[in-house]
T-cell receptor, first 110, second 114 residues
Framework: GIQVEQSPPDLILQEGANSTLRCNFSDSVNNLQWFHQNPWGQLINLFYIPSGTKQNGRLSATTVATERYSLLYISSSQTTDSGVYFCAVGEAGANSKLTFGKGITLSVRP | GAVVSQHPSWVICKSGTSVKIECRSLDFQATTMFWYRQFPKQSLMLMATSNEGSKATYEQGVEKDKFLINHASLTLSTLTVTSAHPEDSSFYIC??????????FGSGTRLTVV
């Protein structure tokens, strides 16, 4: 099956710093998502981005499908950004199942 | 909108007993529900995909008779861990697709088998 690799595995930032999280995938995909899991386990959908660039406030994401990677940018990080960021890929379609990467644990310190 | 309510949030059970986890879609109809298991500091592993009114599709290596999934209505899917053992202790999460590229997740159930 498709492999999803995320880097770095862990990241520690000072509040206000910027960061880039990377996701590489082994095959072409029609569905790529970024999720944030908070310390209590709740997952939130951040971006649906099979290609191109999107921005939502301090977060933005870029996927270069031809080169099989996606980047999540966090600017002016806040302590509430702490948690685990997952990249997940899958097929096109509303009910396609996802394959998750191992996640990137982000700790933002005040 | 598009909320999935998952219960219980946590449960402790004795070895050999069964535990049922419920996921309800509160304001939409979930024809498909995904069930994941997550061990501490690890990724989400898809266990099975349940479709309303039909049998669930299990991922390779997941025991169908141990993890019973029922999706009897468009708003309720359940996962029953039968004859639980300590190695079944994990964080179980359900998820539904609400549109192309949009997924909503339950808040998870932390199962501890003693």
């Amino acid at each position: 099956g498709i492999q999803v690799e995320q880097s770095p595995p862990d990241l520690i930032l000072q509040e206000g710093a910027n960061s880039t999280l990377r996701c590489n995938f082994s095959d072409s995909v029609n569905n790529l998502q970024w999720f944030h899991q908070n310390p209590w386990g709740q997952l939130i959908n951040l971006f649906y981005i099979p290609s191109g660039t999107k921005q939502n406030g301090r977060l933005s994401a870029t996927t270069v499908a031809t080169e099989r990677y996606s980047l999540l940018y966090i600017s002016s990080s806040q302590t509430t950004d702490s948690g685990v960021y997952f990249c997940a890929v899958g097929e096109a379609g509303a009910n396609s199942k996802l394959t998750f990467g191992k996640g990137i644990t982000l700790s933002v310190r005040p | 909108g598009a909320v999935v309510s998952q219960h219980p949030s946590w449960v402790i059970c004795k070895s050999g007993t069964s535990v049922k986890i419920e996921c309800r879609s509160l304001d939409f109809q979930a024809t498909t529900m995904f069930w994941y298991r997550q061990f501490p500091k690890q990724s989400l592993m898809l266990m099975a995909t349940s479709n309303e009114g039909s049998k669930a599709t299990y991922e390779q290596g997941v025991e169908k008779d141990k993890f019973l999934i029922n999706h009897a209505s468009l708003t309720l899917s359940t996962l029953t861990v039968t004859s639980a053992h300590p190695e079944d202790s994990s964080f179980y999460i359900c998820s539904a697709s609400i549109r192309v590229g949009g997924y909503t997740f339950g808040s998870g159930t932390r199962l501890t088998v003693v």
